[in-house]
């Protein structure tokens, strides 16, 4: 089995500067199916839904690929993270600093080959 990939982010109250209490859920990307995530590297799973801990962090292992993270709880006005990327090892780099006309990097991501998958804006600088 391959290693997983972490994912760690922080919900943070806007309003108070402090880590909150909140419920995330991790989807397939633009689809309510709950995607397979893992407790580990090593693949154990994990529940999904899950809480953040009593500050705000939390954390979950996944293969490659996007996904959709949504954030509810008490007081929070549930939102979704869309089209998350979760990259395992890369071993190409890219340099995004287009010149007048070209286009800007907007997202990288790995195909199930580990090929790197290169998104750019759709309007060219100035």
Do not use: C
Request: aromatic residues 10%; negative net charge.
């Amino acid at each position: 089995m391959a290693n997983k990939i972490a994912y760690h982010n922080l919900i943070v109250d806007v309003a108070t500067g402090n880590g909150t209490l909140a419920t995330i859920t991790v989807y397939a990307p633009g689809t309510t199916t709950l995607s397979t995530i893992y407790a580990d590297p090593a693949g154990t799973a994990k529940v999904n839904p899950f809480a953040t801990d009593a500050v705000g962090r939390f954390s979950f292992y996944a293969d490659s690929g996007e996904y959709d993270i949504q954030v509810s709880g008490t007081g929070i006005t549930t939102y979704t993270l869309e089209d998350v990327s979760i990259m395992g090892e890369a071993t190409r780099y890219v340099v995004s600093d287009p010149t007048s006309g070209e286009y800007r990097l907007k997202k990288l991501r790995l195909d199930a080959s580990k090929n790197i998958l290169v998104t750019y804006n759709d309007t060219p600088e100035a």
